[in-house]
């Protein structure tokens, strides 16, 4: 089973779950789901319209949680860790896998330093170890370790939640990268061309070439008989010559 379909059997559950829950109740259906091993996907859960109703109450700061864990950072809950209850090591430790799925959306090659930095890690062996058993086992990102440029290459990796406003500016993205391929798609069509009518110039060079080959072996051929019936005649001459002599 690969990792979008769990992903959809994991979210049916908890949207079924919260939606037959309210009030206090849906506090433990926000941590487990945050804490789930196996789940980084979390907006269709907070669609859900119980959750609303957390809002404005005192276990609005849960609300805030889920919301984090849909389209926030590491670096997001430190910055408001005040306002937000404390998390379990479960989920601290999904959050830091959101993290760098958030980092690899913008670019393919992260540093060290910069992984270091954003996941609170205090060396690079503790971060290979985390990316290599918490990220790459995990399936949720593919890549290689770079020790001498210290860098993490991202081949692939899993799609985070869209964050409210994003929608809009993918779409722009992709009709951007639509009239470009569109642009390359007729240069590529135009050089085709050429190519097709430069391979008929050729073509039709050859067969000139061909004809003007095959009539001067014509021209030559006919002008044989002519040379041999000389050749013929200047022998006979000498003979003749000879039996005078005589």
């Known amino acids: 089973m690969d990792i979008e379909q769990k992903q959809a059997e994991f979210i049916d559950h908890f949207v079924k779950q919260a ?3 309210k009030g206090t109740a849906l506090v433990s259906v926000i941590v487990e789901a945050t804490s789930h091993p196996s789940l980084f996907a979390f907006s269709e859960i907070l669609a859900v319209p119980t959750f609303a109703e957390l809002d404005g ?7 805030e949680v889920l919301r984090l864990f849909a389209h926030g950072t590491w670096s997001d809950y430190k910055s408001n860790s005040g306002s937000l209850p404390q998390l379990v ?28 930095l ?17 990220c790459m086992y995990a399936g949720i990102v593919r890549g290689k370790l770079d020790q001498l440029r ?18 809009g500016s993918m779409i722009e993205t992709l009709s951007n990268w ?3 391929s569109d642009n390359l798609l007729i240069s590529i069509q135009d050089k085709i061309k050429w190519v097709d009518n430069m391979s008929e110039l050729d073509k039709k060079h050859r067969k000139e070439v061909e004809d003007k080959v095959e009539e001067l072996k014509k021209s030559i051929s006919a ?5 041999s019936r000389l050749k013929l005649t200047s022998e006979g001459s000498k003979r003749s010559t000879l039996n005078l002599v005589e």
Request: aromatic share 6%; charged share 25%; hydrophobic share 35%.
């Open 19 to 21: 939606s037959a829950q």
């Open 223 to 227: 002008k044989l008989p002519t040379v």
């Open 178 to 180: 639509l009239g470009t």
């Open 150 to 167: 210290r860098c993490f290459e991202i081949q692939f990796a899993t799609g985070r939640d869209l964050r409210p406003g994003q929608l």
């Open 89 to 116: 090591p479960d989920q601290v430790l999904k959050l830091k896998q959101l993290t760098v799925l958030t980092l690899a959306e913008t670019n393919k090659v992260l540093p060290y330093d910069q992984l270091m």
């Open 57 to 63: 109450t005192e276990n609005s700061e849960y609300l």
């Open 118 to 134: 954003e996941l609170d890690v205090t060396n690079v062996r503790e971060l290979e170890d985390f990316l290599i058993n918490e």
